[in-house]
């Protein structure tokens, strides 16, 4: 992709799934990258195996990369983390706001405390790292890009996820809003919307081939994504060859939001 090689760019979530792909797909264009990760230290093992597999591929590239350990719902660790980045690698050129995560649950039964969490995470979160991002953007004086890892449920209710479904509505504005006031300064922010993509954290209905007929029987094309597919659609989205695109969501979902249950007519005529 044009425009790619030699831009410094920060991937939230980048440890595994989508995010881990995308660094990569960034990595084999020749940008250098940030990939920030947040774990328990119960899943440390299994993180690191990640993180030290997406490294890999990236000295194999020849690239620069860090690795940042931050929450993103925390404004203290995020400002650390620009810190940290900008002294290895320079100022920021493209921000990819990833990390995210879901809680599920009856709407009446899920605890306050559950649903600001999500919403701290996959929508406070993009918004205080894009703030940074653009901070640095703008001191720097160039143009940069912001793309947001949405989900087909920024349109798709998603009953029983209620914090998930609100966090992807508000990222939609977030994308809109923030594109529309920082075109005129060469800033662009899009966001991608995944449909169902085979990632780890899709493991349950993945593993289990009753649970994944019933999903993929709802996309027209009749099988999930990956996330490979949704790393490409990123590359394309922050190189210059979509220098003309900003504040728009484009959907890799192979047809989830076409209204599936349309595929045969069942109105009068």
């Known amino acids: 992709m044009d425009g790619l090689k030699g831009k410094n ?19 084999q264009e020749g940008a250098n990258v940030a990939i920030n990760y947040v774990t ?5 093992e299994k993180t690191h195996e990640l993180i030290h597999e997406t490294l890999g591929y990236m000295d194999e590239m020849g690239v620069k990369h860090v690795l940042v350990r931050a929450d993103v719902s925390n404004e203290e660790q995020v400002l650390s983390m620009f810190r940290d980045i900008r002294e290895a690698m320079g100022p920021l050129d493209i921000l990819i706001n990833n990390a995210g995560f ?6 009446h039964e899920i605890p306050t405390e ?5 919403l701290a995470v996959n929508l406070r979160g993009a918004y205080i ?25 920024q349109e798709i209710p998603k ?19 923030l594109a ?10 899009n966001a991608i919307g995944p449909g169902a993509t085979v990632t780890p954290i899709n493991r349950a209905w993945i593993d289990d081939p009753e649970k994944r007929a019933m999903v993929e029987s709802h996309i027209p094309m009749g099988r999930a994504g990956t996330s490979e597919e949704m790393a490409a659609v990123a590359a394309f989205l922050a190189s210059d060859e979509a220098a003309y695109i900003t504040g ?3 959907f890799v979902d192979g047809g989830l939001t076409l209204y599936p249950d349309f595929r045969t007519a069942w109105s009068s005529e």
């Open 9 to 27: 760019v920060l991937v939230t979530g980048g440890s595994s799934g989508i995010g881990q792909s995308i660094a990569v797909r960034f990595a």
């Open 40 to 44: 328990r230290i119960e899943d440390a």
């Open 102 to 107: 879901q809680i599920p649950g009856n709407s």
């Open 114 to 118: 559950s649903f600001d969490r999500v």
């Open 129 to 153: 790292c894009a703030r940074e991002a653009i901070k640095q953007f703008l001191e720097a004086g160039k143009p940069g890009v912001i793309l947001n890892i949405s989900s087909v449920h």
């Open 159 to 177: 009953p029983r996820f209620i914090g998930y479904s609100v966090s992807k509505g508000g990222m939609q504005n977030l994308t809109r809003s």
């Open 180 to 189: 529309l006031e920082y075109a005129g300064r060469g800033i662009r922010v």
């Open 248 to 250: 728009q969501t484009l």
